[in-house]
């Protein structure tokens, strides 16, 4: 990957994880009015980990299945090389020997 696609999906991920943990943190805020705990402190904490959480779960699961969906790769320009390839493999050393050869990548 380029440099500018990993900045667009850095990005991406970034905005996601703040809109979901901006959501998140009003549920934490309205379950802890109801328990009737008001620490400060306890609500930053649990923020700050559903922010961790929530970037690191997007993270893994774009880098290991979303950036493959096709509606992603509009955005981010990278290519989907999975699958069955097939093509020759050249020995310049002996004389151009071509040797046919199968590839799969998942």
């Not at 790769?73 to 151009?96: E, H, M, R, S, T």
């Amino acid at each position: 990957m380029n440099k500018q696609n990993n900045n667009n999906i850095l990005t991406f991920l970034i905005i996601v994880s703040a809109i979901i943990t901006f959501f998140a943190s009003y549920l934490i805020d309205f379950i802890l009015k109801i328990l009737n705990i008001n620490e400060f402190w306890t609500l930053t904490i649990l923020i700050l980990f559903c922010l961790i959480s929530v970037y690191n779960i997007l993270h893994w699961g774009f880098e290991n299945h979303l950036w493959k969906w096709k509606i992603f790769k509009y955005f981010f320009k990278q290519p989907n090389l999975n699958g069955k390839w097939v093509g020759k493999a050249i020995n310049k050393k002996d004389g151009y020997n071509e040797k046919d050869v199968t590839v799969i990548i998942k």
